[in-house]
């Protein structure tokens, strides 16, 4: 198929629910991807992060293509060796004591399963989430989540969620209470911006929660899985959450996401009240289990502190020099830069340069490239975004 006939069948017959990037990639590799024409890219963008090891990864399109001859289709209902697998190598990672496993098919359907194991264990209804915060966009999981473009269309939504302010330790304080079943928090937002939650603060959501009879509920499933340069962003703080969103990464791309908790948490829905056919599909148990062993063995979350501390610290050399550039946040490859504009152009042109860069919000330029991406990726994406912002800057700050 030519690059104008995938473009006129998906924009003749999909729902256009995405904003669609002049974008046709056909093939990946690594920190790489191609399009129809051969054009290579430095992908910034690692399919909104779930392209945790890199594209097409020999030991995970062979873990696949084993398991597609095998066994593709095998329900929850019944016992499955590549699900029993991967959720042996999931137990390594996991906090100690969250070792019990939902296992669904998108970031949202994990946090609609917290949702519910908060209120049912707890007997409770109020979820406290946060300004800022994303959750995913089914009706539960978008009641947490905070950005009103996602929201207004579709109220009235789930009763009982309030929103309190980021980093904000006084209304976290009015607002946690013996009537709240979760506190729902991302310890670093990304769709909101590449927010970093401080330590104190974060120590005290845990606090508050824990005194008020709550569960503490971590979203990690854009900053999980060595996105940050820790297995897990909670690790930075030393905090365990009752339950733990995964998602994204975890299966290098393979619809999985996973809610984590302990067996009381868990315990608590009883047979039938949470399920879903795809959860926990062989293929998909077989291409994580292969994600987290090339994790360990090729040491990404360590590639990530260190390839993810050199760009921040060329990032923010970045912002000494140019005004546009307002604030560099983030941590390992999960990197954020705010600048004083709208960065849609910025986009564009780095795109035409080859290098495939994502918002966040109308103003804050997203990394979230593979957790193998090298130094030497790293500075061909600095040097492209350091010419557009210069030109940028020229262009809209004149001296
Ligand atoms: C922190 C967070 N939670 C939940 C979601 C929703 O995940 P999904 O799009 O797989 O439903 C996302 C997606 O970006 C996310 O970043």
Redesign the pocket.
């Known amino acids: 198929m030519s690059v104008s006939d995938v473009r006129m069948v998906e924009d003749a017959h999909l729902a256009k629910f995405y904003a669609k990037k002049q974008l046709t990639i056909v093939r990946g590799k690594g920190a790489l991807v191609f399009d129809a024409e051969g054009k290579e890219y430095v992908d910034c963008m690692g399919s ?1 992060g779930t392209c945790i090891v890199g594209h097409a990864h020999p030991k995970v399109a062979e873990a696949i293509a084993d398991q597609a001859r095998k066994l593709i289709a095998c329900h929850g209902s019944t016992y499955n060796d590549a699900r029993a697998r991967f959720v042996s190598k999931l137990l390594t990672i996991t906090p100690r004591g969250m070792n019990r496993f939902f296992l669904s098919n ?4 994990s ?1 609609e399963c917290a949702i519910k194991l908060a209120r049912k264990s707890t007997g409770r209804r109020k979820i406290v989430a946060i300004k800022g915060g ?4 089914t009706y539960g ?1 978008l009641s947490a989540t905070w950005d009103s473009k996602y929201r207004k269309s579709f109220e009235p939504l789930v009763p009982d969620f309030t929103h309190i302010p980021f980093n904000g330790e006084e209304l976290a304080k009015d607002n946690i209470s013996q009537e709240t079943a979760a506190v729902l928090v ?1 310890p670093i937002q ?2 909101g911006g590449v927010r970093v939650a401080t330590a104190p603060w974060l120590s005290l959501l845990r606090d508050l929660a824990q005194d008020a009879g709550a569960l503490l509920v971590a ?1 990690e ?2 900053s999980g899985f060595g996105r940050t340069g820790r297995m897990f962003a909670c690790d930075h703080y030393g905090i365990t959450p009752d339950v733990l ?1 995964l ?2 990464g975890i299966a290098s791309g393979l619809p999985l ?1 996973v809610t984590v908790a302990n067996d009381e948490i868990m315990g608590s829905l009883a047979v039938g009240e949470h399920t879903s056919t795809f959860g926990g599909n062989p293929i998909v148990c077989a291409a994580a289990e292969a994600t987290i062993r090339v994790l360990l063995e090729e040491h990404l979350v360590e590639n990530s502190a260190k390839v993810g501390e050199y760009f921040r610290e060329r990032l923010v050399e970045m912002q000494e020099q140019l005004r546009i550039v307002r604030e560099v946040r983030g941590m390992g490859l999960m990197l954020g830069v705010e600048l004083r504009f709208d960065v849609h152009s910025i986009l564009q042109s780095a795109l035409q340069q080859g290098v495939i860069l994502l918002d966040a919000g109308r103003n804050v330029v997203r990394f979230l490239p593979p957790l193998s991406i090298q130094k030497n990726h790293v500075d061909l994406v600095l040097s492209c975004l350091r010419k557009i912002l210069a030109e940028e800057e020229l262009a809209k700050l004149p001296s």
Not at 106 to 109: L, Y
Not at 134 to 137: D, L, Q, S, V
């Open positions: 909104y998108s970031g949202a359907e946090v994303f959750h995913g966009k999981a991302e990304g769709e979203d499933i854009q969103c998602g994204k996401a």
